[in-house]
Nanobody, 117 residues
């Protein structure tokens, strides 16, 4: 069993930055992929960024050049550095991960990011 715990959300003004963290705990032999999704009110959950075991990254077009995903393998932690935040980035951000070669998605409980104009 694997648990994901997000932290780092909050309220900021447009143009400011935030860094989200997601720590994975439990029985982890290897990390296949970890990433961030977000869900704004009245909208579907959408991909923000992912990083796979080899280190390749993938970003939604809406965040390219502003957000950076990274990881610390020793801590089983993934980060999302969010710069130049916009009001449309306001959402609950969820951490997602796949581990140990098992095709099962683990999710965190989410952290709220609110960007005021």
């Amino acid at each position: 069993q694997v648990r994901l715990a997000e932290s780092g959300g909050g309220l900021v003004q447009a143009g400011e930055s935030l860094r989200l963290s997601c720590a994975a705990s439990g029985t982890i032999f290897n990390i296949n992929a970890m990433g961030w999704y977000r869900q704004a009110p009245g909208k579907q959950r959408e991909l923000v960024a992912t990083i796979i075991s080899r280190g390749s990254t993938n970003y939604a077009d809406s965040v390219k050049g502003r957000f950076t995903i990274s990881r610390d393998n020793a801590k089983n932690t993934v980060y999302l550095q969010m710069n130049s935040l916009k009001p449309e980035d306001t959402a609950v951000y969820y951490c997602n991960g796949r581990f140990n070669g098992i095709p099962y998605d683990y999710w965190g409980h989410g952290t709220q990011v609110t960007v005021s104009s």
